[in-house]
């Protein structure tokens, strides 16, 4: 644990951290906006991450600060957690141990480092997801010890943020969070759950993954989010299907309202991506790939509606620099683009998307390589 959070707790708590948490950011390969409708994607984490610092009480009291300039401390009674309470921030922390059923007897908890919030970067599942290691190692559960344990977790922490904090997201950012390791990408099925580490070794093959994070502000996205999954059950109901990971491209054609036909579209299309891109990568064509991105992102920007002008500056420029594909990733409205580059041209790619965003009055971008990096950990004392 740092001496930074280490003194920062004491001056929160006035006592000592038992434990530290770390948890990191994801980025999406590819497999956007489909998980709520059982399809597949594969995310990796970023070497962002979400640190927290913990320790137990007995008084039944939970205790929430952060060092985030935004979010305030947070007071109040284990027992009074549950949906909609509390509110703002510490409904995601609140949340987690909530949907754990309460295990412990109360809780002091510092958030310091953090993931960019709003940078579609999934800054909530981080957060919920130190939270949950840090409480499975208080009490002993044992959870993040194995792969089926860990999936346990996630799904507590989706709860936390689907029933808390009210927010309807799908269980990907949760997943990958936990159970991602370094120098791969997690191909996740999420119509029965499963998973397989996919190894992605670009640096190999010459070349890079770029985050753009266009710092563009997120416009109204919980409800826009809520309508896309709306329009994927309404055309699986339409079309009798459970989810549309069981639907066809031939019977998504025969959807009679243009909007849901459109909608359903991106969904059947983008799982056929992802099992390419995974193809792909096993036979070493990783190169190949940008096609696929590019693709997705037409995808969600014509059939999904979800791209912004940002984002579109941003892949745009980047494919204009010679970026071999690129595409906005996360939940839309905002947030962040990536771009696969040949890693000598990383410079020339990252100055024209700066460029462009400068020339049509965007907000500055904030560029990082990608690192395939490891899921959610303990922080061992002096780390
Ligand atoms: C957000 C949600 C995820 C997923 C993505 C889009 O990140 O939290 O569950 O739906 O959007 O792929």
Same mark, same amino acid.
Not at 68 to 94: F, I, K, N, T, V
Not at 240 to 248: D, F, H, P, Q
Not at 254 to 260: A, Q
């Given at each position: 644990?740092?001496? #930074? ?12 951290? !038992? ?73 995601? #922390? ?66 936390? !943020? ?21 120098? *791969? ?32 502000? %997120? ?46 579209? *991106? ?94 009055? %965007?907000?500055?971008?904030?560029? %990082? ?11 061992? #004392?002096?780390?």
């Amino acid at each position: 644990m740092s001496t #930074p959070l280490r003194t920062a707790f004491r001056a929160a708590f006035g006592r000592d951290p !038992e434990v530290a948490c770390a948890a990191p950011g994801r980025l999406n390969l590819i497999g956007e906006h489909v998980d709520y409708a059982g399809g597949l994607c594969l995310p990796l984490a970023l070497p962002q991450r979400t640190v927290v610092a913990a320790a137990r009480r007995d008084d039944g009291r939970l205790r929430l600060r952060s060092l985030h300039r935004d979010a305030h401390p947070w007071e109040g009674s284990l027992e009074a957690l549950g949906p909609g309470h509390p509110q703002g921030w510490a409904a995601y #922390p609140a949340g987690v141990i909530w949907a754990l059923g309460h295990p412990l007897g109360g809780l002091d908890l510092l958030v310091g480092e953090s993931v960019p919030p709003g940078a579609g970067l999934a800054s909530s599942a981080a957060l919920e997801c130190a939270v949950a290691l840090a409480v499975d190692t208080l009490c002993w559960l044992g959870l993040s010890a194995t792969s089926a344990g860990r999936t346990t977790l996630a799904a507590a922490c989706r709860r936390a !943020e689907n029933e808390v904090a009210g927010v309807p997201t799908g269980g990907m950012d949760q997943l990958a969070s936990l159970c991602c390791t370094a120098g *791969h990408a997690l191909l996740l099925d999420c119509h029965d759950q499963s998973m397989r580490q996919v190894p992605v070794d670009l640096l190999a093959a010459g070349l890079t993954l770029l985050v753009v994070d266009t710092r563009a502000p %997120h416009r109204n996205i919980d409800g826009h989010y809520a309508a896309r999954r709306r329009s994927a059950e309404q055309a699986a109901a339409a079309l009798g299907v459970s989810s549309l990971r069981e639907a066809s491209p031939e019977q998504v054609d025969s959807l009679t309202d243009p909007l849901l036909r459109r909608r359903a579209r *991106h969904v059947v299309t983008e799982i056929a991506r992802v099992r390419t891109v995974v193809a792909l990568l096993a036979s070493g064509r990783a190169r190949d790939i940008g096609a696929l991105l590019n693709a997705s992102h037409t995808s969600l920007r014509d059939d999904l509606d979800v791209s912004s002008p940002e984002l579109d500056c941003a892949v745009d420029a980047a494919r204009a620099a010679g970026a071999l594909g690129a595409r906005m990733t996360g939940g839309g409205f905002g947030g962040s683009a990536l771009a696969l580059v040949e890693r000598v041209s990383t410079a020339a790619v990252t100055h024209v998307v700066m460029t462009a965003a400068a020339r049509n009055g %965007h907000p500055e971008p904030a560029v %990082h390589q990608a690192l395939p990096s490891r899921g959610a950990h303990l922080l061992e #004392p002096q780390s």
